[in-house]
């Protein structure tokens, strides 16, 4: 018999861009030696997210690759992930379900709270709110709302986008949206403290509105697919030809405002640029972040563009046309524009700053 204690399975849950990959990767950082399975829950069939956490190998992580969890017609595929990551022999402490950024958590933690498996329990619902978006989310997403009043902890994330007035307005209106004494806790790039998940504190038991009957009442009339995701798009992009720079700036210059979030990797192939951009675009904020190749790893462009209202094949007529030959070819120059928008290292040891983008960019 099992005489370990159930393993808390804990919900990762924001609206696209919040910082829940962000938050993972620094609860794996910083997580001791505490144990942690990870399953990420990835909107469109290229798994950006999965390849975007950091140092999870072999079988502590498992990707839901191609699907909202919540659309599962029932919990089984969840049930078989959790049961592959509670077997013993992982000896894992604390199970993290990032959930795509536009699933309902209230019918992923109904699974949860159902599910039969002796081995884990659920552990809580953080909800991951950015506060540089929190009015823009609001407003294209309602069911932010829901969210809150379910969460079990709120990580105030970007903390370092807005100032100390701002941000004291969202975290009042938090307070009124949150069930009462739900912590929030204010985070810049996701650094919470790994013990307010890692412990059995008392807040990671469910609380009283989290009952089952509660859940089920809330999901009853759920109509599958009718929720946020229906109103989005996810188009995918891929691409073996390198992307020139200077016309791939342009087509994020003219993005159009519905294409809310874009995340991949970018092939250059500009000599002296022949690393991996990693690309974050979340409204109008972009970041490229320049990273080795792994060993082996094909030199491809993917891309997962996530917006309402937007024409999927249009955008892929356009970045096909950002396709070039010959990168070997390129100045190094044409990179400026993509340059502007990698961080800086900081002086200080800390984090690098928002990119300078009053300066021009550098013109053909
Ligand atoms: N300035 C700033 N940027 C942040 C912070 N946290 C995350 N980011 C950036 O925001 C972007 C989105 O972060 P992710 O962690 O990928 O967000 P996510 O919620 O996993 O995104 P989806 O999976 O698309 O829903 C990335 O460029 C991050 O580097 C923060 O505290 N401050």
Same mark, same amino acid.
């Given at each position: 018999?099992?005489?370990?204690?159930?393993?808390?399975?804990?919900v990762l849950a924001?609206?696209?861009?919040?910082?829940k990959?962000?938050?993972?990767?620094?609860?794996?950082?910083?997580?001791?030696?505490?144990?942690?399975?990870?399953?990420?829950n990835?909107?469109?069939?290229?798994?950006?997210?999965?390849?975007?956490?950091?140092?999870?190998?072999? +079988?502590?992580?498992?990707?839901?690759?191609?699907?909202?969890l919540?659309?599962?017609?029932?919990?089984?595929?969840?049930?078989?992930?959790?049961?592959?990551?509670?077997?013993?022999?992982?000896?894992?402490?604390?199970?993290?379900i990032e959930a795509s950024g536009?699933a309902?958590p209230?019918?992923m933690?109904?699974?949860?709270?159902?599910?039969?498996?002796?081995?884990?329990?659920?552990?809580?619902?953080?909800?991951?709110?950015?506060?540089?978006?929190?009015?823009?989310?609001?407003?294209?997403?309602?069911?932010?709302?829901?969210?809150?009043?379910?969460?079990?902890?709120?990580?105030?994330?970007?903390?370092?986008?807005? +100032?100390?007035?701002?941000?004291?307005?969202?975290?009042?209106?938090?307070?009124?949206?949150?069930?009462?004494?739900?912590?929030?806790?204010?985070?810049?790039?996701?650094?919470?403290?790994?013990?307010?998940?890692?412990?059995?504190?008392?807040?990671?038991?469910?609380?009283?509105?989290?009952?089952?009957?509660?859940?089920?009442?809330?999901?009853?009339?759920?109509?599958?697919?009718?929720?946020?995701?229906?109103?989005?798009?996810?188009?995918?992009?891929?691409?073996?030809?390198?992307?020139?720079?200077?016309?791939?700036?342009?087509?994020?210059?003219?993005?159009?405002?519905?294409?809310?979030?874009?995340?991949?990797?970018?092939?250059?192939?500009?000599?002296?640029?022949?690393?991996?951009?990693?690309?974050?675009?979340?409204?109008?904020?972009?970041?490229?972040?320049?990273?080795?190749?792994?060993?082996?790893?094909?030199?491809?462009?993917?891309?997962?563009?996530?917006?309402?209202?937007?024409?999927?094949?249009?955008?892929?007529?356009?970045?096909?046309?950002?396709?070039?030959?010959?990168?070997?070819?390129?100045?190094?120059?044409?990179?400026?524009?993509?340059?502007?928008?990698?961080?800086?290292?900081?002086? +200080?040891?800390?984090?690098?700053?928002?990119?300078?983008?009053?300066?021009?960019?550098?013109?053909?």
């Amino acid at each position: 018999m099992n005489s370990r204690q159930p393993i808390p399975v804990v919900v990762l849950a924001g609206f696209l861009g919040s910082g829940k990959t962000t938050v993972l990767n620094h609860l794996l950082a910083s997580r001791g030696g505490t144990r942690i399975g990870v399953v990420v829950n990835d909107f469109g069939s290229i798994e950006i997210d999965a390849m975007s956490v950091a140092g999870q190998v072999g +079988d502590s992580m498992v990707s839901l690759g191609g699907g909202c969890l919540c659309c599962a017609v029932d919990g089984s595929e969840l049930d078989a992930y959790l049961e592959k990551l509670s077997a013993p022999a992982h000896r894992i402490d604390v199970i993290v379900i990032e959930a795509s950024g536009l699933a309902e958590p209230q019918e992923m933690i109904r699974m949860l709270v159902a599910n039969e498996n002796p081995a884990v329990r659920y552990g809580g619902m953080v909800e991951v709110v950015d506060a540089a978006e929190f009015d823009a989310t609001r407003a294209r997403h309602p069911e932010t709302d829901r969210h809150l009043a379910v969460a079990d902890l709120v990580v105030l994330n970007k903390t370092d986008r807005v +100032d100390a007035g701002e941000r004291a307005r969202i975290e009042k209106e938090l307070a009124a949206l949150c069930a009462p004494g739900t912590p929030v806790v204010g985070a810049d790039h996701g650094r919470i403290d790994p013990e307010l998940l890692f412990d059995r504190r008392p807040w990671t038991e469910t609380r009283g509105q989290l009952s089952f009957e509660d859940l089920l009442a809330e999901a009853g009339g759920h109509d599958r697919c009718t929720h946020a995701h229906a109103a989005y798009e996810s188009t995918e992009f891929s691409s073996e030809q390198a992307l020139s720079p200077r016309r791939f700036m342009d087509f994020l210059d003219r993005r159009p405002a519905g294409l809310y979030r874009i995340k991949g990797f970018v092939w250059f192939g500009v000599p002296g640029h022949e690393e991996r951009y990693e690309i974050q675009a979340v409204g109008r904020f972009l970041r490229f972040d320049p990273q080795p190749w792994r060993r082996g790893e094909p030199r491809l462009t993917q891309l997962v563009l996530i917006g309402s209202g937007t024409d999927g094949e249009g955008l892929l007529r356009e970045l096909e046309a950002c396709r070039e030959e010959a990168p070997q070819d390129a100045n190094p120059e044409s990179m400026w524009g993509v340059l502007r928008y990698v961080d800086r290292p900081a002086e +200080d040891g800390g984090d690098a700053r928002e990119p300078d983008t009053s300066e021009a960019p550098p013109t053909d």
